[in-house]
């Protein structure tokens, strides 16, 4: 199968295998966690005589989850997540496939730097700064930036099961998330569990500025609303570079602020460049 992408009037050729971003949900077993929730976990239902688990003498397998998608695992919200009105990210994320661009960006030390968060830095903050993102942006079009993949550094593997209650994560400065929006991003995907410092008195700043919301509001009017989302808890291998992709979102069809996630990204090239 042949797959092509046209933008700003350039043909690309698009790899038949995507690779997956996400990180797969694994039910009682090793997963990130946040804010220190209860785990993501699966049991056999059990009922009447019936077990559905057949290495319990089951006809088959039939099991209830239970999880919380803001603190288990990849995730995309909408604005729903800080809105009085209920708002689905089912109903918001119309597309699947997107112009996207992968970075990698190292995490400042907060306390004491010119951009700012409120409330104020503490000593082991780090954040995202808006001089980062403009220097690993400033060659790339805004058309490959309707999505954007952030990949924090360093990379290790244990980010897929890190307990951010005993490493506190990165976050964005308010001036580097001014600047993805003031780019045009419109589904942004990233290797932590918020843009938001973890433990902020609420405020999430980050979040109302991606969705163009007054600080500290939560009246969002549905016929108005940003149609942007954001991603959490993504990771990226380091055998993926930096650079242009075919971004697939595809999440659950849930009516909720938030759902399960699966991110993939198409290599792109040039068709020129293949000769």
Not at 50 to 67: A, I, K
Not at 156 to 185: C, I, N, W
């Amino acid at each position: 199968m042949n797959l092509f992408l046209q933008l700003d009037g350039r043909l690309y050729s698009v790899a038949s295998q995507p690779r997956d971003i996400s990180i797969a949900m694994a039910f009682n077993g090793s997963q990130p966690n946040t804010y220190g929730v209860p785990r993501a976990v699966s049991q056999a239902f059990e009922g009447g005589g019936f077990v559905g688990d057949v290495r319990r003498g089951g006809s088959c397998n039939f099991e209830q989850y239970t999880l919380i998608p803001h603190c288990n695992g990849t995730h995309t919200e909408c604005i729903g997540h800080v809105a009085e009105a209920r708002i689905a990210v089912h109903e918001v994320l119309r597309d699947s496939l997107f112009p996207a661009t992968l970075v990698s960006v190292e995490p400042r030390p907060a306390l004491g730097h010119t951009e700012t968060y409120r409330p104020e830095a503490e000593p082991d903050d780090r954040f995202l700064t808006r001089a980062d993102l403009e220097a690993a942006l400033t060659t790339v079009p805004d058309s490959w930036l309707e999505a954007l993949v952030i990949r924090t550094l360093p990379n290790p593997a244990g980010k897929q099961h890190r307990d951010y209650m005993a490493e506190a994560p990165a976050f964005f400065s308010l001036e580097a998330m001014t600047y993805l929006r003031q780019r045009g991003v419109k589904h942004l995907l990233v290797d932590l569990p918020s843009v938001d410092r973890l433990f902020d008195e609420g405020h999430l700043d980050n979040h109302h500025i991606f969705w163009a919301m007054e600080p500290d509001s939560h009246a969002v009017d549905p016929a108005r609303m940003s149609l942007a989302t954001i991603t959490e808890m993504v990771f990226v291998p380091d055998e993926l570079a930096d650079g242009p992709y075919l971004l697939e979102l595809q999440i659950a069809a849930w009516l909720s602020d938030a759902a399960p996630s699966r991110p993939r990204l198409f290599e792109v090239l040039p068709v020129e460049a293949n000769g």
